[in-house]
């Protein structure tokens, strides 16, 4: 089922496997002219604009954009029991992992009476994004509420696309997993018109603000990702969330039933999903396609986990030895990799570039989809060679604060003005020599 690729005579430089691993292709640029209006009315009409776009393009006008508290105590109420625990537990054990994420102050002694500080400042006002579409997720409001939360933000709002089914709100899971986390506001509107609305905020149709946001986090459709573009430097982003991808380091000591299983887990998310194993075993890759034929068959979501597996983004890829595997999967820089080999522990600790990583046959991706502690907002699109995964760290700015005396700055001055001299820039130099009377 998944297409080869042999690099067992050879492994490329970094960059050629850039260019030649299976890879989603999702062209924001291509987005940005059909998104660009969306933006711009939204801007410039508000509400009104948010809600016509609202109903263009989700067949769903709602009364009004924040939705009423009764109808997120009313979900939260109606929200079943296995369900309601599952997302407490979840929310337990984020909450316990992005604890311990919360960055401290620190003042570092540079000279005797001079000294900065590092102050961790927390975002004033932030927009989380939970998409809707082809699955409905109330995890994501657990992975982007718990940081948040423990970042000390002061002003949430999470932001859903409204559904036909549900009389313009949110789908209810969703609404009851942001109640169940203290949320009070919830916005039911999507797409790009949603990320323009956080942006520049407006006035609801009961004329109650809405604030506009600072930052804005959370996955989306490529609509989603051109808006964030857009609109990046108004506001601040995570990122650009593309389709989600696996990628699974094997050799034979890897179970193919574990490792079929785990390629098809996130191939139902979306036909763009991408699935890669990268293995010295072609036994092993002979047995998951195997596996796949049977399993695929049995799934709920057959035809788009089909669509996703058979498309250009996945495939198998071959390599002679362990290390010529991290070299691969450190070049993909997957959103999710998994290694599945012997000494799976001691191989993870090699690899360098992953949005995160699963040891072993126990850590399957789907445990970090739900319930591991760690945080399934991930880099995609191989962003994870130079970005993180959301954390603390997103809702946290460091500002330093400066504060020397007067003999420390005298005692530096003489440094301060030989560097603006030598930058041509030389009221720089008297902005200190003007504070001494004597000229030192």
Known sequence: MLSRTDLRSAVPSAAELRTTLPRAEVDVDAALHLVRPIVEDVRTRGVDAALELTERFDGVRPASVRVPAEALASALAGLDPAVRAALEESTSRARRVHADQVRVDKTTQVVPGGTVTERWVPVSRVGLYVPGGLAVYPSSVVMNVVPAQAAGVESLVVCSPPQAAFDGLPHPTVLAAAALLGVEEVWAVGGAQAQALL???????????????????????????AAKRLLRGLIGIDAEAGPTEIAILADETADPVHVAADLISQAEHDPLAASILVTTSVALADEVDAELERQVKATRHAERVTTALTGAQSGTVLVATVTDGLRVVDAYAAEHLEIQTADARAVAARVRNAGAVFVGAWSPVSLGDYCAGSNHVLPTGGCARHSSGLSVQTFLRGIHVVDYSEDALREVSGHVVALAEAEDLPAHGQAVTARFRDGA
Request: glycine residues 18%; hydrophobic residues 35%.
């Open 199 to 225: 942006a520049y905020g407006g006035t609801d149709t009961d004329g109650t603000e809405l604030a506009p946001v600072d930052l804005v986090t959370g996955p989306g459709n490529i609509y989603v990702a």
